[in-house]
């Protein structure tokens, strides 16, 4: 089994964002937990979690996006849909867990 040790430490938290180190590399999330800025890009409005979620519940989202190294740079529309409410089997046990579907134009 691989195993990754990780340290998280939350740095500042505001009404928009969370901002925050993982093993020292920062990073920044909505407060609903879409990224902002992760390892490898910066975002606009990458928005593929939605709270509260309920079976039906749907959205879209515009996002710009620019690699950190400014070498790469897009766009991307995405359409989400809560489809289920389910139990999941993962190695930790059994969880009931909402199913979230989404595509990228």
Excluded: C
């Excluded at 998280?8 to 928009?16: M, R």
């Excluded at 289920?84 to 046990?93: D, H, M, N």
């Amino acid at each position: 089994m691989k195993t990754y040790d990780s340290r998280i430490v939350i740095t500042a938290a505001d009404e928009t964002s969370i901002r925050y180190t993982s093993n020292g590399t920062p990073l920044e999330n909505t407060r609903e937990g879409n990224p902002l800025r992760n390892e490898r890009f910066s975002h606009s409005n990458y928005r593929v979690l939605s709270f509260p979620p309920e079976v039906g519940k749907t959205w879209t989202f515009n996002d710009a996006w620019v690699g950190l190294d400014r070498r790469y740079r897009g766009t991307q529309k995405g359409n989400v849909a809560v489809v289920a409410y389910e139990k999941v089997q993962v190695p930790a046990g059994e969880f009931e867990a909402f199913k979230v579907q989404w595509t990228a134009d």
